[in-house]
């Protein structure tokens, strides 16, 4: 296959991503199958794609250097080739003539004959220093402005630096962003009852007992997964799902509620193991066509009590009809980075001011709909405070029919993970290899009340089983 044709493939993604909104997997995925690329040409083109995308805060930031207008000025499909050069050049090991007259070639096809000659200089100049040596000249000094130099070191927008250096500490933020820009490893999750962790291919994960990392080769081919009997998750969903149901709750464990369960993943896994203890999941979500993929995944299983499509804030069913459930929350997602490279430019700091409402406002639900005893696991992919502990501790301030109680003995096997509140479990890619999952368990007490708390303050744990931080 010419490279030209990876290249185009490549191009044609990032105008996706770019113009439409795309996913860049699922775009990447739908160009890989149109083209029928083979597996070693495919890997090109993903790595083409993924770089590029996870590297833009550097690559811009270079090229800001060799261009003397704004880049906000230059034509969008000018700037997305020239990233793509940029990531060639600063991070593969693409000769640079290659590199070079590749970007000129797909310029001249793509917009027109007029910025070839300005792509050729702009990436002569680029190729005249390494990634490193760029760095040192273009990233602000650390000294001076840390979140700003990590920005431009390791491609995250700042106010994403200082949200992550505040959860994680100082100490590890590099390595936390560092762990951002590493392609997940892919791995599948057996579901009990329909399927052994012994027949998928790979290496067992380290603390779930139904988790595989996948060496190679494509997830769909292995028929436990084509067969709907096991599916690609996550080592830290799949700890979520498993939180959520080995959670102690006093009493009947009949009916169980994933409360915002698109696309499915989480409520495979669940609806497999409430059918094991002869409970039964009912799995909700706000939007069809997400519930629809829910009905996907769980077709087949056994344990599903229903799947409704509805607003899981003002939810159909009566309040105390289920004895436990899971809120896997609407978030930021900047815990799993990793596994979407265009995500860290898509979102705002003002995504802030809707989703954490809908987070608290989901997590009350939820422990509204679940009898007292029961148990409620709140979760989320982003390890930022406002979405994790922030939630929670707004949520516990305003209900003292809801006590914190202990997540972090669910998972005591899982070294490292302390979340920011007693109880809590934080994970992290750079720790753990998983994305970077909050998980709380609270537990619903008898009364329904207006605040006033008499055991201790929010946060603290019930039964005093930890110290509160
Ligand atoms: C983090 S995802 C859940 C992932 C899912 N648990 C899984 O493992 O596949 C959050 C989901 O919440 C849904 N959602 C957002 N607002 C909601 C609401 N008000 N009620 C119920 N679901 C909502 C989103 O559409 C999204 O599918």
Redesign the pocket.
């Known amino acids: 296959m010419p490279l030209d044709v990876a290249r185009q493939a490549a191009y044609a993604v990032l105008t996706a991503v770019r113009a439409d909104g795309a996913y860049a997997n699922l775009a990447l995925a739908a160009e890989l199958r149109e083209r029928r690329l083979p597996p070693r040409d495919a890997a090109f083109v993903t790595e083409l794609v993924s770089g590029t995308l996870r590297g833009r805060g550097t690559y811009d930031a270079v090229l800001a250097a060799c261009v003397k207008r704004p880049l906000d000025d230059l034509e969008a499909a000018v700037l997305d080739v020239l990233r793509l050069g940029a990531h060639q050049l600063l991070s593969m090991r693409v000769p640079a003539h290659a590199a070079i007259s590749t970007s000129v070639d797909l310029v001249r096809r793509e917009v027109g004959h007029r910025p070839a000659g300005f792509v050729n200089g702009v990436l002569r100049t680029v190729s005249k220093r390494d990634r490193d040596a760029w760095i040192v000249e273009v990233a602000p000094d650390p000294g001076a402005d840390p979140d700003g130099y990590l920005a431009v070191a390791h491609s995250h927008p700042r106010w994403v630096v200082a949200l992550l250096r505040e959860a994680v500490g100082d100490a590890e933020v590099e390595a936390l962003l560092r762990a951002d820009n590493e392609p997940p490893r892919v791995v599948l999750a057996s579901r009990p009852g329909r399927s052994e962790p012994a027949e998928l291919p790979g290496q067992p994960t380290r603390w779930s007992p139904y988790g595989v990392v996948l060496g190679a080769g494509d997830p769909g081919a292995v028929p436990a997964v084509a067969e709907g009997r096991a599916g690609v998750q996550d080592e830290g969903?799949q700890l979520v799902g498993l939180a959520a149901a080995w959670a102690e709750v006093d009493g009947r464990d009949e009916r169980w509620l994933?409360?915002?369960?698109?696309?499915?993943?989480?409520?495979a896994l669940l609806a497999a193991l409430a059918a094991g203890q002869g409970a039964r999941l009912l799995a909700?979500?706000?939007?069809p066509h997400?519930a629809a993929l829910v009905v996907r995944q769980l077709i087949g299983a056994d344990g599903v009590l229903g799947v409704v499509a509805g607003?899981?804030?003002c939810p159909p069913w009566a309040a105390g009809s289920f004895d436990r459930a899971l809120v896997?929350?609407?978030?930021t997602g900047l815990g799993a980075l990793r596994r979407r490279p265009e995500a860290r430019w898509r979102r705002t700091p003002s995504d802030l001011d809707d989703l954490v409402p809908?987070q608290q406002a989901?997590l009350s639900s939820a422990l509204d709909s679940v009898r007292p005893g029961g148990a409620v696991v709140y979760a989320t992919?982003s390890p930022v405070l406002a979405e994790t502990a922030g939630v929670v501790r707004a949520v516990l301030e305003v209900r003292a029919d809801a006590e914190l109680d202990d997540a972090r003995a669910l998972l005591a096997e899982v070294p490292d993970c302390d979340g920011p509140m007693p109880g809590t479990v934080q994970l992290w890619p750079h720790r753990h290899g998983t994305d970077a999952m909050f998980i709380a368990l609270l537990r619903r007490t008898a009364l329904r009340g207006p605040s006033s708390r008499a055991s201790g303050p929010p946060g603290s744990l019930r039964g005093g089983r930890a110290e509160p931080g």
Do not use: I, Q, V
């Not at 994933?258 to 409520?267: E, H, Q, R, T, V």
């Not at 909700?284 to 939007?287: I, K, V």
């Not at 896997?328 to 978030?331: E, K, L, Q, V």
């Open positions: 969903s994933d409360l915002c369960a698109g696309p499915g993943g989480k409520a909700n979500e706000r939007l997400r607003d899981g804030t896997d929350a609407p978030c809908l989901l992919c």
